[in-house]
């Protein structure tokens, strides 16, 4: 008989990405080597807490923010963003060392921490709100594109829908949204396992998740 979620777990998740009463911070990760350049860069890959989990896991990630990209609105909160009224994505705004890790290696991880397939958000987390996208500066579009590509030709071009749109304003989320996986291991692991994560990606991408 297949795992269900048990009940406790279920609550805890319904709420999905929503965070409820903050927590207590803890320290940030550590880098060693860091040459002390930073760069920037933007991913929409659904519920931004996993985002951000699993690009403050990459060597070479100084920093990864939960926050907003793509809309009109100025300074949009959180329940502006969910309800549509903003036409913003969650998004992840990720600080790198380039002498560590180029804009090409990140974008090459992020689609397979993501089911570029879903049109219309990512696992459990369902509307406009979620949908996916690389946003890319000039200057990183070549390299995103090519990763794009690369990516599609895996799974076939036809079902690849995440795109890689323009670069645009990057507003952050509230406090109580940063570091929520990290702050709230427990919490964040019952979200994951209700969404089926881990399943899908293995479903989507072969093998170990990422």
């Known amino acids: 008989m297949p795992n269900r979620p ?23 990760v550590g880098q060693a080597s860091d ?15 996993s985002v951000e989990a699993n690009f403050e896991a990459i060597p070479g990630v100084v920093a990864a923010v939960s926050g907003f990209a793509g809309g009109a609105t100025s300074r949009p909160t959180y329940e ?4 549509g009224r903003t036409g913003h994505l969650e998004a992840v705004q990720v600080t790198y060392d380039p002498s560590r890790i180029s804009y090409r290696q990140l974008v090459d991880r ?7 397939t879903d049109p219309d958000g990512q696992f459990c987390d369902q509307g406009p709100s979620y949908a996916t996208a690389v946003f890319a500066s000039p200057a990183q579009r070549p390299a995103a594109e090519a990763s794009r590509r690369a990516a599609a030709a895996r799974l076939g071009a036809a079902r690849f829908v995440t795109p890689v749109r323009d670069a645009a304003r990057f507003w952050p989320a509230e406090v ?7 702050r709230n291991p427990v919490r964040y692991a019952a979200y994951s396992r209700f969404c089926g994560r881990a399943e899908r990606l293995r479903a989507v991408w072969g093998g170990a998740p990422a």
């Open 6 to 28: 048990t009940l406790s777990l279920v609550i805890l998740a319904l709420s999905a990405c929503s965070p409820g009463e903050p927590a207590a911070s803890a320290p940030a």
């Open 35 to 49: 040459s002390g350049r930073r760069e920037t860069a933007i991913f929409a890959g659904g519920c931004f807490w």
């Open 80 to 83: 502006q963003v969910v309800r």
């Open 110 to 116: 992020f689609w397979l921490t993501i089911d570029p």
């Open 176 to 182: 109580s949204h940063q570091d929520f996986a990290r």
